[in-house]
T-cell receptor
Framework: DARVTQTPRHKVTEMGQEVTMRCQPI?????VFWYRQTMMQGLELLAY????????DSGMPKDRFSAEMPDATLATLKIQPSEPRDSAVYFC????????????FGPGTRLTVT | AQSVTQLGSHVSVSEGALVLLRCNYS??????LFWYVQYPNQGLQLLLK??????LVKGINGFEAEFKKSETSFHLTKPSAHMSDAAEYFC????????????FGKGTRLHILP
């Protein structure tokens, strides 16, 4: 049963610290998406990759957030420095080549910045 | 630009009653449409998708949705609600073309009354 995995599942950190979230997409999927979910804003797209190349990161605060795909099995989302307003659940999703937009979501990383 | 509107942020139905969650879309190209479900503390899971084949789409857990182009709607229904259906439901539309992104609605939380 292929699934998207995310680590850590929970992260509590202090303001100003660096946070790194990791995602392993489903093997064979060529698109990866990072989303942030909050009660106030709902689900927001932060960044999206196809074949490891970043195609859209317009939803991401550029000064503190960065997203990369070092290889096809790993995507990372970093926040440096973190702020309390970054507290949210961060989801990674992956999609198949040629698929009509269907995305498979991981369980999320719940981030709390104090 | 593509968008979806979900009518009602909260919907309550009695166990055994009909579930109807409303979604209207806007798309400049023939759309692909999706319904996702999110259970507490989990990621989003695909319920069903419309990709221009049959207008009545059957999904998992007894859900189905009908694509109505004339009404630009893609409402989700289930004949008989079960307590386990309590969750948040998201309608989504593909951006289209070579863009892999999908645009999510704000979600409808479904409450099941005993």
């Amino acid at each position: 049963d292929a699934r998207v995995t995310q680590t850590p599942r929970h992260k509590v950190t202090e303001m100003g610290q660096e946070v790194t979230m990791r995602c392993q997409p489903i093997l064979g999927h060529n698109t990866v998406f990072w989303y942030r979910q909050t009660m106030m804003q709902g689900l927001e797209l932060l960044a999206y990759f196809r074949n490891r190349a970043p195609l859209d990161d317009s939803g991401m605060p550029k000064d503190r957030f960065s997203a990369e795909m070092p290889d096809a099995t790993l995507a990372t989302l970093k926040i440096q420095p973190s702020e309390p307003r970054d507290s949210a659940v961060y989801f990674c999703a992956s999609g198949r080549p040629g698929g009509p937009g269907e995305q498979y979501f991981g369980p999320g990383t719940r981030l709390t910045v104090t | 630009a593509q968008s979806v509107t979900q009518l009602g942020s909260h919907v309550s139905v009695s166990e055994g009653a009909l579930v109807l969650l409303r979604c209207n879309y806007s798309s400049s190209v023939p759309p692909y449409l999706f319904w996702y479900v999110q259970y507490p503390n989990q990621g989003l899971q695909l319920l069903l998708k419309y990709t221009s084949a049959a207008t009545l789409v059957k999904g998992i857990n007894g859900f189905e949705a009908e694509f109505k182009k004339s009404e630009t709607s893609f409402h989700l229904t289930k004949p008989s609600a079960h307590m386990s259906d309590a969750a948040e439901y998201f309608c989504a539309v593909s951006v289209g073309g070579r863009d892999d992104k999908i645009i999510f609605g704000k979600g409808t939380r479904l409450h099941i009354l005993p």
